[in-house]
C-alpha cells in the first residue's frame, strides 16, 4: 500500500528489491564494491525494501513499515528502517529522496484511524554511494528485477532467474568472474529450463501468459452483482521473451550484464489500474499486463 500511493504521488516509473539492487551494482561499481545485503530484519546492512526511480530521472531509497499494533509501535518500526535506508544513497543530479514510511492500520474496534505517515531522516555514512557516471548501470539493474518480476508473474520462473541473475541464481556473479563447473552446470540448466517455461506460456495477440480460475470460498454479492469465480490472466510481451531467448542461445562467457534496449525502454514504464463493472486491468506500460474478471 505505501509503494502504490508513493507511486502515484512521486510519478515513479521503476523499481526493484533492495538487496536485489545492492547485490547486483556493489560489484560492478568501479573498482568493486564488497558489499552484501543481509536478509536481516534490521541493523545498518539491512537493505532498504526497494530502490525506485521518477520520471524526472531521480533515484529513492525507500523502506516501507506497516503495523496493526497502534501509533506507537508504528514509530518505533520507523526508527529502525532509518538504518536500513541508509544502505544505499545516490548522488548529484540522480538524488531523489531517501524515504520511511510507516502505515498504521487500524482495527474496526480502534479508537485512532489508520494511517501513513512519510519522513525522510538524513541519511549517515552510506556504504553504497552511487553518482551520475553510473546510470547505465542502476537504469539496468531496474530493469533487469523488473522484466524478472514480469516474467514470473506471466508463469516463467525460470526465465525470470536468468533475467535476474544471467550467470546462474546470484545477481553479484559477472561475466569475468571466475565461475565453477557447477555454476556452469547451473547457468545451462536454467537456459535449458527456459525452454519450458516459454513452452507453458500461451499466447493472446502481442502477449504471453497464463490464464487461471479461482472458485471463491463464499459467493460475493456486490450492487454489479454476485460472484462465485475470480478469472485471472497475467501476461508479458512476446518481443521481450524473444529478445531475451536470443540473447540467452549465444556463449555465455560473453558481457551479458547490459540488457538490450528495447528492453530498457520498455521496463521503464507507469503502472495503470482501471476499474470496470465486473474486474479491471492493470497495466506496467506494455511490458506487462494483467486483468480479474469476477463471474
Not at 536478509?39 to 539491512?46: L, P, V
Not at 528502517?81 to 529522496?97: N, Y
Not at 547505465?136 to 506471466?154: F, Q, Y
Not at 555465455?252 to 507507469?270: G, H, M, P, Y
Amino acid at each position: 500500500m505505501s509503494l502504490h500511493i508513493l507511486t502515484e504521488a512521486l510519478d515513479l516509473v521503476g523499481f526493484c528489491d533492495g538487496k536485489y539492487f545492492i547485490d547486483r551494482v556493489a560489484p560492478r561499481l568501479p573498482g568493486g564494491v564488497h558489499i552484501t545485503a543481509t536478509t536481516a530484519k534490521n541493523g545498518a546492512r539491512k537493505s532498504p525494501d526497494f530502490v525506485a526511480l521518477d520520471a524526472r530521472g531521480r533515484w529513492y531509497v525507500i523502506e516501507c513499515k506497516g503495523t496493526q499494533s497502534g501509533p506507537s509501535y508504528c514509530r518505533k518500526q520507523m526508527g529502525l528502517g532509518f538504518a536500513q535506508k541508509r544502505a544505499i544513497e545516490f548522488r548529484g543530479t540522480l538524488k531523489g529522496q531517501l524515504l520511511v514510511t510507516g502505515f498504521d492500520i487500524a482495527s474496526a474496534a480502534s479508537d485512532t484511524a489508520s494511517r501513513l505517515v512519510i519522513i525522510d531522516p538524513k541519511p549517515e555514512d552510506p556504504p553504497l554511494e552511487i553518482g551520475p557516471d553510473d546510470r547505465p548501470l542502476i537504469r539496468d539493474c531496474v530493469a533487469r528485477g523488473t522484466i524478472a518480476r514480469a516474467m514470473m508473474l506471466a508463469g516463467a520462473p525460470n526465465l525470470s532467474r536468468l533475467m535476474a541473475a544471467p550467470f546462474g541464481d546470484d545477481p553479484r556473479l559477472r561475466a569475468d568472474d571466475e565461475t565453477t563447473s557447477f555454476r556452469r552446470r547451473r547457468a545451462a540448466q536454467l537456459r535449458e529450463e527456459g525452454k519450458d517455461d516459454r513452452k507453458r506460456l500461451t499466447s493472446a495477440g502481442e502477449y504471453l501468459g497464463r490464464e487461471m480460475t479461482i472458485e471463491l470460498p463464499f459467493e460475493v454479492e456486490t450492487a454489479q452483482g454476485s460472484f462465485r469465480q475470480a478469472i485471472l490472466r497475467s501476461e508479458i510481451l512476446g518481443d521481450v521473451v524473444k529478445e531475451f531467448e536470443e540473447e540467452a542461445r549465444r556463449d555465455f562467457t560473453e558481457n551479458q550484464d547490459r540488457l538490450a534496449r528495447i528492453q530498457l525502454n520498455l521496463a521503464v514504464s507507469r503502472i495503470r489500474t482501471e476499474t470496470k463493472e465486473r474486474g479491471g486491468p492493470l497495466a506496467l506500460g506494455k511490458l506487462y499486463r494483467s486483468m480479474i474478471e469476477f463471474r
